[in-house]
Each structure stands twice: as C-alpha cells, then as structure tokens.
C-alpha cells in the first residue's frame, strides 16, 4: 500500500516558470511533511518541511501548501532556474522521534534555459 | 556534504552472492535508516537502528539484514543476490531524542549492479 502519491512523475518547465508537484497521503496520523531535492550521484537532502498546523510555509522561491482536509500538500518552485533541475520527493511520518519516513516515488524536474 | 559515508560507491557482483554495504552515520547521531531507491519503487525504507537496536523495519527481504554496531556505523547485507536487487542503497541519520526535527541526513549511496 502506497502511503504518499506523488506526481507528476515528471516535470519540464521554462526557466522563470512555476514548477508545481503533488502529493496526497491517507495516513492522518503523519505529522510531517518534507521535500527532498536529489541531484544526480547524490543522496537527497531536505529542502523544506511543513507541519499541519500551517497551511503554507515559504522558504525563498520554494513554498509548501498544505491542505489537512483533502489530506494534501504540494510544493512550489517560483521563478525555476536551470539549477532547480533535479528529483524532488515529498515525504511524511508519524510524530518525530523514532518514526520514519516515508517518501513518494519523485519527480523528476527539468528547467529548460 | 552531509558528514555520512557509505562504502563502497560501487559495487557489481553475481547472482546468488553476498555483499556488504557499510555506512558511518553523522558525528553523534545515534539513528541509522537503510533506504533502497529503485527507477520503479523510488525511496523504499528497508530497516532503522537506534544505538544499536532494531527500532523499525520496512519492506527488507529475508535475505537482508542489518545491524548497528557500538561505534554506531551500521552494514547492511545482502544475500542470495537477485538481478531485482539491483538498486541504489542508501544511508541515512539523524539526531537524537528530542533535539529531532525529523531531518534525515543521506549518504552519497551505493550502487549495486546484480550480473
């Protein structure tokens, strides 16, 4: 059972454009909820995180909207540069502690020049 | 770089072998989470130790296992090789207790090829 869907599977947007992917979770007791950004020949890395007491959390060009009751949240890329390029995962777990995380299967990302 | 390490980057093998990855976790984080990224399957979560105990477990075949040892870097091996294992392995921690804010720090990964 897949907990985290996540799409597109992949994404090609114009540089200066909006990049924008999707993730639905069933799990309501997840409480946290990361995007990892992985370039090529290396391991993700945690980009930003929100947790569902705010619907929105803005870090630069890059915003997670979050949405309690349709058990969603997405990520926006404002202004996508060719550096954005990369395999964005969406993510959620349980009540930080000891839980783990579970990812969507990426998306992967191309901002054309 | 996240101050993780696995060893080796690379690794290719036949079926029906054994292999083991090695990974050092962050200066003073106590969690060790195993992931195996697959084109199909993305990040699986395979298998997590705290200081040395199992803390929680994924979707890791029997064939694979794993521990956490008292310098707190883990292995993880596989047996029994199938073409299907063929993956990206990846390492990850995190801090401790109550200072978690639930960020996993990954390791650059290790590429296994089943021939």
């Known amino acids: 059972q897949q907990q985290v869907k996540q799409s597109p599977q992949s994404l090609i947007v114009q540089k200066g454009g909006i990049s924008i992917i999707n993730c639905a979770y069933e799990n309501t007791a997840f409480d946290y909820f990361p995007w990892y950004q992985q370039f090529p020949g290396k391991g993700p890395a945690l980009l930003i995180a929100?947790?569902?007491?705010?619907s929105e959390k803005k870090e630069g060009r890059f915003t997670i909207s979050f949405n309690k009751s349709a058990k969603q949240f997405s990520l926006h890329i404002m202004d996508s540069q060719p550096g954005d390029s990369a395999t964005y995962f969406c993510?959620?777990?349980?009540?930080?502690?000891?839980?783990?995380?579970?990812f969507g299967k990426g998306t992967m990302l191309l901002v054309s020049p | 770089d996240s101050g993780v390490t696995q060893t080796p980057k690379h690794l290719i093998t036949a079926t029906g072998q054994r292999v083991t990855l090695r990974c050092s976790p962050r200066?003073?984080?106590?969690?060790v989470y195993w992931y195996q990224q697959s084109l199909d399957q993305g990040l699986q979560f395979l298998i997590q130790y705290y200081n040395g105990e199992e803390r929680a477990k994924g979707n890791i075949l029997e064939r694979f296992s794993a521990q956490q040892f008292p310098d707190l870097h883990s292995e993880l091996n596989l047996s029994s090789l199938e073409l299907g294992d063929s993956a990206l392995y990846f390492c990850?921690?995190?801090?401790?207790?109550?200072?978690?804010?639930?960020?996993?720090?990954f390791g650059e990964g290790s590429r296994l090829t089943v021939l």
């Open positions: 993510a959620a777990s349980r009540p930080v502690g000891y839980s783990t995380l579970t």
């Open positions: 929100i947790r569902p007491d705010v």
């Open positions: 990850a921690s995190s801090v401790p207790g109550t200072s978690n804010t639930g960020e996993l720090f």
């Open positions: 200066s003073g984080d106590l969690s």
